[in-house]
């Protein structure tokens, strides 16, 4: 399990369900950067910006209380990666763009 107190610097490989797009952040990364990376430069946000629309992101299997976020207007955004102790094949979902109401999902496959 990656722990906050792993470093700022370490490095999070995520890869997109049912596809072979693979993603990587800074651990000191925030969730806003996150999403704005997965945003500008995959298929999910069509190369929108982070603010195109409102977002959440979660670990699956972890209690979870529903933020609808909307670039950094919501404070947790903000939070950096490392603050969700992510363990090798933990997933992240992404609910993106409330719209059309589009799941992803980000399973960590290599901290380093």
């Known amino acids: 399990r990656f722990k ?17 797009v693979r993603l ?5 990364n925030s969730e806003d950067e996150f999403v ?3 945003c500008s430069t995959t298929c999910v946000g069509s190369n929108e ?4 629309h409102i977002w959440d992101v979660y670990v699956v299997g972890r209690p979870r209380v529903q933020k609808w976020r909307y670039h950094s207007e919501d ?19 992404l609910v993106y763009d409330y719209g059309t109401t589009t799941h992803y999902h980000f399973s960590l496959v290599d901290v380093s």
């Open 4 to 20: 906050p107190d792993d470093g700022p610097e370490s490095v999070l490989s995520f890869v997109l369900s049912h596809s072979s």
């Open 24 to 28: 990587q952040a800074l651990a000191s």
């Open 36 to 38: 704005d990376a997965v």
């Open 49 to 52: 910006s982070v603010s195109a």
């Open 75 to 93: 404070e947790s955004a903000n939070m950096p990666l490392r603050g969700l102790e992510l363990g090798v094949g933990e997933i992240l979902h």
